[in-house]
């Protein structure tokens, strides 16, 4: 079952915020020791991929309690070209 769009936008957005954050420090800091500010961009990033994935990975393998249990596939209606 695809998570929900919900899920899938607040993931995509806190993905591109931690990003839009790390680009914003190096821009802010570039010309004060570049490479200590690579290094602590690149190790506070990969926890907040690492809670991403898990998250995703979760929300994935959760069954929704509400629905009906049917035997049969669901079927998605298409709209028609005009």
Do not use: C, G, H
């Given at each position: ?15 591109l915020?931690a ?15 570049v ?17 991403e ?23 998605y209606l ?5």
């Open positions: 079952m695809p998570p929900s769009p919900l899920t899938v936008t607040l993931i995509q957005s806190t993905i915020n990003i839009s954050n790390v680009l914003a420090q190096l821009i802010d800091q570039y010309k004060e020791n490479r200590r500010i690579l290094l602590f961009t690149t190790i506070s990033l990969f926890p907040m991929i690492r809670v994935v898990v998250v995703s990975w979760f929300s994935q393998n959760t069954p929704i309690q509400n629905q009906p249990t049917t035997s049969s596939p669901t079927t298409l709209p028609t070209p005009r």
